[in-house]
Every structure is written in C-alpha cells, then in structure tokens.
C-alpha cells in the first residue's frame, strides 16, 4: 500500500485522528440533536410575543407541520452530499490530497454554522440554507476523515481506534454543550444585551469555533496523503469517475463488503433518523409538565445520551474482541428493534422518556464506532480508501435522505408523529435480516486486506 509502514499505529498519528471527532461532534449534537431543533420547534410554535401557534409552516407556495418541514431539509442537505461526496473522494484519492478536502469540508461546516446566527422564522426557506451548507461540511468531511483509518491504524487495532474516536466525539461535544446549557438556563447573553433567546443563538457561533478550532490539531498532526498520480485540469475529475466506477466493479465481486454495506443502509436508516428528529419527538409526544421543564429535560436527555455513549463505544468494542464484530452489531440491532418498539406503544411521561434516552445512548455509540471499523475490516487491498469510504458515505447519507423523507412524510400523510416511528422498526429489521449473511471470519485476517 502506498502510505508508510511507519505511520501505522503511530500514536501521535492516531491522537490527532481521533481529535476530529472531538472537534466535529459538536455539529451532530449541539445543531441536529440538542440546540438547534429545539429552538426551531420554538420559533415555529410561538409568535414575536411568545404566544403558542399551530406550528405550521408556509413554504413553497405549501403549508407543513413544522417537523414535517425540518425532516425534509434534512433530507435535501443529504441529497446534496450523496452526489458530490463520490465524485470529490475519486478526485481526493486520485490527486493524493484528501487532507485538503478535509479542511475544505470542515470550514465550510464551521462557518455555516456561525451563519444559523441570522435566522429569521419570516425567511424560513433562506434561513435552513447554512443549516443544508453546515450539513454538507459536516458529512463531506467525513467522507475524507474515515478514508484515513485503514492507513493509520493494522486491522487488530481499528475497532480501538474508532471506538476512542468516537467517545472523543461524545466527550467533547458533550462539554460544549454544558456550557451552551448553561448559557441558556441562566440566560447569560440574553440578559446581558437584553435580546431575548439570544443564548440560544450564541450556541451556534460556539459550535462554529470549537469545531474549526480543534479541526486544527488534526490538519497539522495528520500525514498528507501520498497516492497522487499527477493529473490536473479535467482529466482529474474525468479519473475521479472511473475510480468510482472501478470501486463500483470491485464491490460485485466483494461478497461480504456488498452485504455489509445493504445491512448498514438500512439499520444506520434507523440510526440516523433516530438521531435527527428524537429532539422534535420528544418535543411533541412526551406530556411535558411545561415549557420551561419541557426545554431543560430535553438538552438534559441528549447529555445523558452523549455521556452512556462513551461507555456504549468501549462497551461494543470489548464485546467484539469477545464475540466478533458481527454479532455484536447484531445485538445492537435487535436492541434497537425494542427500543422503537417500546417508543411506539409506551413512552409517554418524561421518566419514560429518560430511559428511553439511556437505552439509546447505551446502544448509540457502540454501533456507530463498530459500523467504521468493520466496514474498514472488510475493504480488499487498495490505495483508494477515499473511493471506498465515499461508498460507505453514499450508503449512510442516502439510507438518512430516505430515513427522514419517509418520517416527515409519513407525519405529513397521518398526523401523527408516533406513527413514523413504525417506520424505525422496519429499517432496523431489514438491516438485521441482512447482516446474516456477512462472517465474522473475514474480519481479522490481514489477509483479506
């Protein structure tokens, strides 16, 4: 392969891998998870008075639910990353500058975010448009972040590595978001400048700095990759194509990879729905005693999600290295499975709703950590990990564009929101049937890499 030997399990190396995810979790947490859907779901239910409304929203000539109207922007957003994020890691692998696109993708994650700033609920349309440009930043990076693990870490120590990035990420996002939860219960900056929620739209420009602050660590401690083969002008993204097309090709022939990627499709469907619209759920389906209580539970809930995943990455990563990646995986799934179950007929009342959010959290980060890492184990050997995790990127944005289309459509159709979680249960089933067809056996022999 054409990284070097010696930037393999080089601690230095690894640290400042995993340290991305301590700068960019912030994004996942403070502006799809905790924040910022709360202060959308306000914004769209009150008026300039702080009157309650219907919560519909007027956009495109058409009337939605609010929620309704935020799972289709989701969508969009991922939309967007599924037809540029294959074509960018071809050209990434085949010009050698993955690092590049990296810094790239995160500065516009980071800047995007700081623009949520300017919302206005008047300019509804215009104002999701950082949130679309943050989420392309965000995933977009991602694609390039991933592509490193093969070449910084041996087979053996992938599971580790990804688990330690990812509770990483759950630390650090978890920090920032204390201190934005403090901004907001004491209404620090709202007081301070006398404009109400203004704490709420600091968190935003907090996200935006600590996410490009720490990314810095990470682009000067990381190796520059080294697979460029000297082309520029169009011939570069005509090759970027062909890469594809080549990884394409290869993955009919890679049995267990081509199964593994349809089991992820599916249960991350689960996954990542859960993880967009939980907020917004909880918002409109738990019987909260009022408004007040009602915003402090819910960031509250997310925390206890963050903090139980860091134990739930190490927890399914020594799990693994007992049973096999694959029936770890497989228990997540199930686990999963009566969570949404238990959702949809039972939880109600806020206590119902905090065990709730510790099952998910348990669960959360140990099937994320595990997904990267045995999707890492099953690639053939090759120079082109961008090309490959592009593919791994396309499977999980695409699986969210469905994932949240359907949720929001399906409140759109019925009304109800609960209903769309009946949805949840079936992708998680799907996934399930699926990842019986991948081995265990394939994962920890370096010769299948």
């Known amino acids: 392969m054409s990284h070097s030997t010696s930037s393999i399990n080089d601690p230095k190396v690894i640290r400042a891998w995993t340290f991305y995810d301590w700068a960019n ?14 202060f959308f779901e306000y914004q769209t239910t009150h008026d300039a008075n702080g009157n309650v409304t219907n919560g519909d929203v007027s956009a495109f000539g058409m009337v939605f639910k609010n929620t309704e109207f935020y799972s289709y922007f ?41 623009g949520l700033f300017l919302f206005d609920k008047n300019n509804i349309v215009l104002s999701m448009i950082p949130f679309i440009t943050a989420t392309i930043g965000y995933w977009g990076s991602l694609v390039f972040y991933n592509a490193y693990l093969p070449e910084i870490a041996s087979t053996d120590q992938q599971d580790r590595v990804s688990a330690r990035g990812f509770a990483l990420g759950y630390t650090g996002s978890s920090l920032l978001l204390i201190i934005n939860l403090i901004f907001i219960l004491t209404k620090t900056f709202s007081t301070l400048f006398g404009v109400p929620g203004l704490d709420a739209r600091i968190a935003f420009i907090t996200v935006a700095i600590w996410w490009l602050g720490w990314a810095q660590y990470t682009l000067i401690k990381l190796p520059a990759n080294k697979n460029t083969k000297g082309l520029g002008g ?3 993204v005509t090759k970027g194509f062909k890469e594809l097309l080549t990884v394409f090709k290869d993955l009919r022939n890679q049995l267990q990879l081509k199964a593994f990627l349809g089991s992820y499709f599916f249960y991350n469907m689960g996954v ?62 199930l686990i999963w499975i009566v969570i949404c179950i238990s959702v949809f007929l039972f939880v109600n ?21 595990l997904s990267r890492s045995t999707y890492s184990k099953l690639l053939p050997q090759t120079d082109d990990h961008a090309s490959y995790f592009s593919f791994f990127d396309v499977s999980e944005k695409a699986g969210i564009v469905i994932g949240t289309f359907t949720f929001g459509l399906i409140e759109g159709i019925t009304g109800d929101m609960r209903q769309s979680v009946l949805s949840l249960i079936v992708f998680f089933a799907l996934g399930f049937v699926m990842l019986l067809k991948v081995k265990d056996r394939h994962l920890n022999s370096e010769e299948q890499r």
């Not at 909880?282 to 809930?301: F, G, M, Q, R």
């Open 349 to 369: 009342t806020p206590v119902e709703f905090y065990l709730t959010a510790a099952s998910v959290g348990l669960v959360m980060g140990g099937i994320q950590a």
């Open 272 to 333: 990542q729905t859960v993880m967009y619209m939980a907020t917004l759920f909880a918002a409109k389906e738990i019987d909260w005693p009022n408004e007040d209580y009602k915003k402090t539970a819910l960031i509250v809930s997310i925390l206890l999600i963050q903090f139980l995943g860091v134990a739930g990455s190490f927890l399914f990563s020594g799990l693994s290295s007992r049973i096999g990646n694959i029936k770890s995986l497989s228990i997540a799934i």
């Open 25 to 38: 979790s912030v994004f996942p947490l403070v502006i799809n998870s905790a924040v910022f859907p709360a």
């Open 74 to 114: 989701v969508s969009a957003a991922l939309l967007i990353v599924c037809f540029t994020a294959p074509v960018l890691s071809g050209i990434a692998d085949y010009r050698g500058n993955k690092k590049s696109f990296l810094r790239i993708f995160c500065t516009i994650g980071a800047i995007s975010c700081a």
């Open 234 to 236: 169009n011939g570069v």
